[in-house]
């Protein structure tokens, strides 16, 4: 079993920023596994946001968030980051660290991490 742990979630005002780090164990989780991020808003359903492939050379992200959030991975550590810029308050919701083997099926899920972007 894989098992995602995020962390880095918290309370901005608009404007502000947040990094989130999304950490990677078990022992059948492999680094060429793609991660990314999904996300909840109140009220609504889970959206996609971004994710990113083994060699880091390929990222995807959601219209909503380009060229304000970065996402990264640190293979050596497991870890995958999703650099949070320029946040707005539409931006608050549940992040959720995702990781797929391959195609489109997220295969695990982390708990989630809430962040909140006020005016």
């Known amino acids: 079993q894989v098992h995602l742990v995020e962390s880095g979630g918290g309370m901005v005002q608009a404007g502000g920023s947040l990094r989130l780090s999304c950490a990677a164990s078990g022992r059948t989780f492999s680094s060429y596994y793609t991660m990314g991020w999904f996300r909840q808003a109140p009220g609504k359903e889970r959206e996609f946001v971004a994710d990113?492939?083994?060699?880091?050379?390929?990222?995807y992200y959601a219209d909503s968030v380009k060229g304000r959030f970065t996402i990264s991975r640190d293979n050596a550590k497991n870890t995958v980051y999703l650099q949070m810029n320029s946040l707005k308050p539409e931006d608050t919701a549940v992040y959720y660290c995702?990781?797929?083997?391959?195609?489109?099926?997220?295969?695990?899920w982390g708990q989630g991490s809430q962040v909140t972007v006020s005016s």
């Open positions: 995702v990781a797929r083997s391959g195609g489109s099926t997220y295969d695990y």
């Open positions: 990113i492939t083994r060699s880091g050379g390929s990222t």
